[in-house]
């Protein structure tokens, strides 16, 4: 509020400035101002924005509020375009329920801490809610490891779907390295041949599916992990378990 009022008495001082500048100009065709005029002003208002920092500060904040309210608003008409991709790309690891009539589109990475926090919730919510159903929308964008995780993950899915979502959740589970190694050994406990998945991640079809993540993501301007997008609403970072519920039930209020 206080910054809003020093703003105001900013505006005013411009307003009168700007009158004084328009009725010189309308008794004297020459310029408004003389040079040393000019830097008169222009050092007032410096020196008034140097009492008063509070007025930059609320000017950036009202920036990025209204960035962040375009980038809403461009998403919502953008994800309108994109629903057949992000719901029902057969490329696309499902869980919950297959045919459920709420659809949560999750873009993830292995090695964020994030999403790694989040999990236990989706978990949660896929065992209370029997109408939802999950997308996971492998998004590797930590390193190398993350897209080796990334691709075993998306392995598993074309070669044994029944098994990705155990091979999921024992990654996100998981501490230390994400080498290949480590990733074929934890194949190997969820009964996944090693040696077959190590084929797999190397499948074209692999790498393709998850180019196609990578260009949505980009489309609706998702750049960091965990994401959702529930119904018309695409929400970043790691939201809680309430949160989550809201935005299933308004989806399927509409």
């Known amino acids: ?88 790309d057969p490329t696309s690891p499902v869980a919950g329920n297959v045919n459920g009539k709420v659809t949560l589109v999750e873009f993830f990475d292995y090695r964020c801490g994030y999403c790694k926090r989040v999990h236990p919730t989706l978990v949660e919510l896929m065992k209370e ?45 998981g501490r230390g390295a994400r080498d290949e190694a480590s990733l074929l050994a934890a194949a190997g406990k969820q009964g996944i041949d090693p040696a077959a998945l190590k084929k797999a991640m190397a ?7 998850l180019a196609r993540n990578f260009h949505l993501a980009e489309a609706l301007g998702i750049n960091g992990t965990p994401a959702f997008v529930v119904g018309t609403e695409l929400v970043p970072g790691a939201v809680d378990k309430e949160t989550l519920k809201k935005l299933i039930a308004e989806a399927r209020g509409s």
Request: net charge negative.
């Open 129 to 173: 809610d029997k109408e939802l159903r999950v997308v996971f929308k492998e998004f590797p964008i930590l390193g190398p490891e993350s897209m080796l995780a990334s691709r075993a993950a998306m392995a598993v899915w074309r070669t044994q779907p029944q098994k990705y979502l155990a091979f999921h959740d024992a990654l996100m589970g």
């Open 1 to 88: 509020m206080i910054a809003f009022n020093v703003l105001r008495r900013l505006t005013t001082v411009l307003a009168l400035v700007l009158c004084f500048g328009a009725a010189a100009d309308a008794a004297d065709p020459a310029p408004a101002f003389s040079d040393g005029q000019k830097q008169a002003i222009e050092k007032m208002i410096h020196q008034y924005l140097l009492d008063h920092p509070e007025v930059i500060l609320e000017a950036v904040q009202r920036h990025r509020e209204k960035a962040e309210e375009a980038k809403k608003v461009h998403a919502k008409a953008t994800l309108s375009g994109l629903r057949k991709e992000l719901e029902n």
């Open 203 to 209: 499948d074209p079809e692999v790498e393709a599916a």
